[in-house]
Nanobody
């Protein structure tokens, strides 16, 4: 059974920081491609950050343009977790943030999401 559990969301003021965590079970975050998505009601779900598996090659990261230089995705293999450090948060960052795990030709797994709300 695969399970992804996000945590760390909350309400912060603009300019503040949050660190989201995703604890994985049933998959190894060091092998799977891990990503953070976010979605606001009425808007498309977009990928915020991605880190590739490092079993076959060094990991690479990608970020949504809107969060580059503010967000950072990282991985902790011993704890089988990934993180999203979010700095200088803006009201437009308000969304439900989801952790995902995927590999080529296989289904993607999604966490339940954690709410991030940034006030002006």
């Amino acid at each position: 059974q695969v399970q992804l559990v996000e945590s760390g969301g909350g309400l912060v003021q603009a300019g503040g920081s949050l660190r989201l965590s995703c604890a994985a079970s049933g998959i190894a975050v060091g092998i799977w491609n891990m990503a953070w998505y976010r979605q606001t009601p009425g808007k498309e779900r977009v990928m915020v950050a991605r880190i590739t598996g490092e079993d076959l090659a060094p990991a690479t990261t990608d970020y949504l343009d809107a969060v580059k230089d503010r967000f950072s995705i990282s991985r902790d293999n011993p704890n089988n977790s990934i993180y999203l450090q979010m700095n200088n948060l803006k009201p437009e960052d308000t969304a439900v943030y989801y952790c995902t795990a995927s590999v080529p030709y296989a289904r993607a797994y999604w966490g339940q999401g954690t709410q991030v709300t940034v006030s002006s």
